[in-house]
């Protein structure tokens, strides 16, 4: 238990990290074809995840709930909506492609805000490995360890190009390879934080559990929804990120269905 335990924390950290470590190999600003291909993969990842890994097992679990089982997951992913909705509106950060701020107003620098934008698409993903951990550690027999391998997997797979869309930009912008990982680096701590924290809390209420899968399956569709999308579809019309989003998906399903 205490190996899953540490990959499912540490995993998708290290793909956030390797993602920043591009600043040291690559040269230039990041492209914008390959941009919005990373942004529809990270997003079909998510997407799956959110179904295969969170949604489906929060019904599994309500199931004694009969013709009702799904009120579990239709609650919890409304509150997760919410939630996210309500951190969207009270942090201020700003979009990686449009460079549209959102939220209150602040001093600032563009660097702090793009970490707190990528913190926020981190947030939803430590919550959905934190609760998925939290019912492996109680022994439920529906989640395995193989089924925190894939998700804290597919998270770091998906990691990567946010991190390489974070730095590199700033190392466009002038900011020295060192600092501009550093600040991709940092908008990943918060990853593990958010798991560790869920961890806790769902140790404390593990008969909410249905409804705290699906909450972290609301706030991680709400990134898909509100950020990823927009950003893989802004600028001229490309099914590049489209097909991406595919291979995202169906990557994130077999790892959930051949791991799980």
Excluded at 102 to 131: D, F, I, K, W
Excluded at 197 to 217: G, H, N, Q, R
């Amino acid at each position: 238990m205490k190996m899953e335990l540490l990959y499912g924390l540490l995993l998708p950290l290290v793909g956030t990290i390797l993602g920043s470590g591009c600043v040291f190999f690559l040269r230039g600003e990041m492209n914008r074809t390959l941009e919005r291909a990373l942004t529809g993969f990270a997003a079909g990842v998510m997407v799956a995840a959110s179904v295969w890994s969170l949604l489906i097992p929060a019904m599994d679990h309500a199931a004694p709930m009969g013709t009702l089982a799904f009120l579990p997951a239709v609650v919890g992913l409304a509150l997760g909506f919410a939630f996210l909705m309500l951190l969207d509106r009270l942090i201020p950060h700003t979009h990686l492609v449009t460079g549209e701020t959102e939220g209150p107003p602040t001093r600032l620098g563009r660097s702090p805000m793009l970490v707190l934008s990528v913190a926020l698409h981190n947030l939803p993903e430590g919550m959905a490995v934190g609760v998925v951990l939290a019912a492996f550690l109680a022994g439920d027999a529906t989640i395995g360890g193989a089924a925190v391998l894939a998700l804290a997997l597919g998270i770091a797979i998906q990691n990567f190009p946010e991190g390489a869309i974070i730095s590199m930009p700033l190392r466009s912008a002038g900011v020295p390879k060192g600092k501009a990982f550093f600040w991709g680096f940092l908008s990943a701590v918060i990853e593990p934080i958010g798991a560790g924290l869920t961890l806790l809390a769902v140790s404390v209420v593990l008969p909410a559990l249905p409804y705290l899968l699906a909450f972290a399956a609301g706030a991680m569709l709400y990134v898909v929804v509100e950020e990823l999308i927009p950003e893989m579809a802004a600028g001229e019309h490309s099914h590049l990120g489209t097909i991406f989003f595919a291979l995202g998906f169906a990557l994130m399903m077999v790892l959930d269905v051949a791991l799980g």
